[in-house]
């Protein structure tokens, strides 16, 4: 069974306790967690928005700290308009979307800010006891 599976049929079950607090049951089949969570650039804008911003952020503000993240860029040191960019571009286009359509998050097209909800919460709290499994760490 992979840890993925045996996350999931736990978090079927009932719930499962990590680090900050216990994972929830939630409305996704197994498959669509793994898709929601299969791409670095997602779990990056999900963890930053649940954790770091309290749940609601602007698209620009994501797009740059996910562009930071992914090139490796420290806070007092600038992007590129290319790197950001590609970020913005990548988030408005697909991974905003397929977030808001499995439900995950709230998004506001026209203010262009995102809000995260107890799944996005969850999904997180999931990804992170899955990283911490998959590295052999004990809860």
Do not use: C, F
Not at 20 to 26: A, F, H, L, N, S
Not at 68 to 93: C, F, M, W
Not at 110 to 120: G, K, P
């Amino acid at each position: 069974m992979s840890v993925v599976e045996s996350v999931r049929r736990k978090l079927l079950g009932g719930g499962i306790s990590i680090d900050w607090g216990t994972i929830e049951p939630v409305s996704l089949t197994q498959h669509e967690i793994h898709e929601l969570l299969s791409s670095d650039r997602r779990r990056v804008l999900l963890s930053a928005l649940v954790v770091d911003q309290d749940g609601e952020a602007t698209l620009s503000d994501m797009a740059e700290h996910v562009a930071r993240v992914e090139n490796g860029v420290e806070p007092d040191h600038p992007l590129t308009s290319t790197q950001r960019k590609r970020a913005y571009i990548s988030l408005y286009q697909t991974h905003i979307p397929k977030l808001e359509r499995y439900g995950v998050i709230d998004w506001d097209d026209q203010a262009l800010v995102l809000n995260a909800n107890q799944l996005a919460t969850e999904l997180v709290k999931l990804d992170r006891g899955v990283s911490r499994a998959s590295a052999g760490v004990p809860r």
